[in-house]
């Protein structure tokens, strides 16, 4: 498979999300429009997020929408998600494609312009680049890039992009004039009353500038 449409993309946050629950928020997310969901929970140990990923992608199943799994390679290959996403701080991607093997999607997060240039297309298939803004969702971000720095990040990184940090509807705009092929939103969805209106309302958003 190997390929994501990065233009709409979820990343769940449990406490966000308590409201209504990670599920039902992924759901509702998809049925707005959301192209891919990552279950990311830094307080979940791997059986959890085996529980959770196995009944996302049951919720997932015959959408469009990919599952991806945030750090835990083995909660990745257990539920059968369709890709990891890791930091710099988690392995190396190297190791993490020997461990997911050649099918599943592998994202790996870029802060820098050093490490966008260091990717290495043969083995990460799609790059995670910011913070582009501060972001309570995320309390060990490296300093916010802006847009700027967003367009010289994408310039040089030689896989798709997606822009994460602190987005909104508001900034849809910037974010695919600065080169990137998508948004990842976290507070803009999770949380939200209405989280299938809010999805919808990002797409539609991303549908007048992006196709």
Excluded: W
């Amino acid at each position: 498979m190997r390929y994501l449409d990065l233009s709409l993309y979820l990343v769940l946050d449990p406490h966000l999300c308590a409201a209504v629950g990670m599920v039902e928020t992924a759901r509702a997310a998809v049925a707005g429009g959301a192209t891919v969901v990552q279950l990311r929970d830094k307080g979940a140990d791997t059986a959890r997020m085996i529980e959770t990923g196995r009944v996302l992608k049951a919720a997932l199943a015959g959408t469009r929408a990919r599952l991806i799994v945030n750090d835990d390679v083995a909660a990745a290959i257990a539920i059968g998600a369709d890709g990891l996403h890791i930091g710099q701080e988690d392995m190396d991607a190297l190791t993490a494609r020997a461990l997911i093997g050649r099918d599943m999607v592998l994202g790996l997060s870029v802060e820098t312009e050093p490490l966008a240039a260091a990717i290495d297309p043969a083995i990460v298939d799609y790059a995670g680049v910011g913070p582009v803004f501060a972001t309570p969702t995320k309390a060990d971000h490296k300093l916010p890039i802006g847009f700027d720095g967003l367009a010289r990040l994408v310039r040089i990184c030689p896989v798709p992009a997606v822009a994460i940090g602190g987005l909104k509807a508001d900034h849809v705009g910037d974010v695919f004039a600065a080169g990137a092929n998508g948004l990842a939103v976290v507070s803009a969805i999770c949380g939200m009353p209405d989280p299938k209106a809010a999805t919808r309302a990002l797409a539609e958003s991303i549908g007048k500038v992006h196709r």
